[in-house]
């Protein structure tokens, strides 16, 4: 764990009687202090042999896995509730692939995703968990062969896309 990641997990326990109100303002002034901290890669190892690795000044994902919170604890509730385990799998928009390393191990998994740099983590979950899933870099869209471009001056979850 690095400095950065420290002290992200020390401001959420200090804060903790505040609602955590402010982390994402922490990080923003952390990763200006330690930007090369920040785009080292954290990987979180699951009890059941898997890892996901994102980027150490993503206060997105280190507010989930510094909190231990379950993350988008509806759709797993939705997917453990199916009567029997899908055929196929489609994590589109899959970002660093959360869904994807998680459901690969028990179903066939396209993962799609458009932005380049996000890309690079997605594929590198993917190579860290045996490269049980497809990894495309493309946009859903209601049409087909649309070319698009991203914003470059925000994080991942944040970027807009912009017209070429």
Do not use: C
């Not at 453990?80 to 928009?93: I, N, R, V, Y």
């Not at 380049?116 to 860290?128: A, F, I, K, Q």
Request: aromatic share 12%; hydrophobic share 40%.
């Amino acid at each position: 764990m690095n400095t950065l990641t420290r002290m992200g997990a020390m401001y959420l326990k200090l804060s903790a009687p505040f609602s955590r109100r402010g982390f994402r303002t922490f990080m923003s002034v952390l990763i200006m202090i330690l930007p090369d901290q920040a785009k080292e890669l954290r990987s979180v190892a699951w009890d059941d042999g898997q890892d996901f690795s994102f980027p150490a000044g993503d206060p997105y994902w280190q507010y989930y896995f510094l909190n231990d919170k379950e993350y988008e604890k509806e759709i797993r509730s939705f997917i453990g509730a199916m009567p029997k385990t899908p055929d196929f799998f489609l994590d589109g928009g899959a970002n660093f692939g959360f869904w994807s390393v998680l459901l690969s191990k028990m179903v066939r998994t396209v993962s799609i995703e458009a932005s380049s740099d996000t890309l690079e983590v997605l594929s590198l979950n993917n190579r860290n968990n045996g490269s049980r899933f497809v990894v495309e870099q493309a946009a859903l869209s209601h049409t087909a062969g649309m070319e698009i471009g991203f914003s470059k001056d925000s994080d991942h979850a944040s970027r807009a896309i912009v017209d070429n």
